[in-house]
T-cell receptor, first 113, second 116 residues
Framework: KQEVTQIPAALSVPEGENLVLNCSFT??????LQWFRQDPGKGLTSLLL?????REQTSGRLNASLDKSSGRSTLYIAASQPGDSATYLC????????????FGKGITLSVRP | GAVVSQHPSRVICKSGTSVKIECRSL??????MFWYRQFPKQSLMLMAT?????????EQGVEKDKFLINHASLTLSTLTVTSAHPEDSSFYIC????????????FGEGSRLTVL
């Protein structure tokens, strides 16, 4: 059974800092991995999707990497801003036609002005 | 990215009534939609997978007679919480899978249900 872990559960950094959010998973037989952002009381916003054959994806100040063999993904946020404060979740989709995502519990990020 | 609309965003109802939540994919067709439930400060718990034109597949422990799911078209899935009770109060989120190779998942804004 796939397990997805995100540690730490919460993180507080000063504005402008570059930071890395970690995600680890136990089963490397994945189809893709997706990073989401969730603001309080809201749904999830898709940030980046990495296919199993890819090593990284970039969007603006965000860069996500994937190392399937070690079961790890990182989300790098450059020059953090207070508006980046949110909960960041990673989710892994296993191989298989009707496979379902397994979510981590998320990392709640607070960027202090 | 693709847009998934969920309605209503908030609903308050009396115990014993039924509540319907709609999930629409606005600019793409979704053969598969997923319904999740989220408890405070917890991650998402998958309730069921909704397939267009067929019966939903429920996760273990989720009562299908309690949470009725209908996926009548490629752009609409509905979740009906029947005979709601206070313990059904929660945040319900739907998602739709984009067709094609990426299989990227897009989420609605969520619906906060409060049962009095």
């Amino acid at each position: 059974k796939q397990e997805v872990t995100q540690i730490p559960a919460a993180l507080s950094v000063p504005e402008g800092e570059n930071l890395v959010l970690n995600c680890s998973f136990t089963d490397s037989a994945i189809y893709n991995l997706q990073w989401f952002r969730q603001d309080p009381g809201k749904g999830l916003t898709s940030l980046l999707l990495i296919q199993s054959s890819q090593r990284e994806q970039t969007s603006g100040r965000l860069n996500a990497s994937l190392d399937k063999s070690s079961g790890r993904s990182t989300l790098y946020i450059a020059a953090s801003q207070p508006g980046d404060s949110a909960t960041y979740l990673c989710a892994v989709r296993p191989t298989g036609a009707n496979s379902k995502l397994t979510f981590g519990k998320g990392i709640t990020l607070s960027v202090r002005p | 990215g693709a847009v998934v609309s969920q309605h209503p965003s908030r609903v308050i109802c009396k115990s014993g009534t039924s509540v319907k939540i709609e999930c629409r994919s606005l600019d793409f067709q979704a053969t598969t939609m997923f319904w999740y439930r989220q408890f405070p400060k917890q991650s998402l718990m998958l309730m069921a997978t909704s397939n267009e034109g067929s019966k939903a597949t429920y996760e273990q422990g989720v009562e299908k007679d309690k949470f009725l799911i209908n996926h009548a078209s490629l752009t609409l899935s509905t979740l009906t919480v029947t005979s709601a009770h206070p313990e059904d109060s929660s945040f319900y989120i739907c998602s739709a899978r984009l067709r094609g190779n990426t299989g990227e998942l897009f989420f609605g804004e969520g619906s906060r249900l409060t049962v009095l």
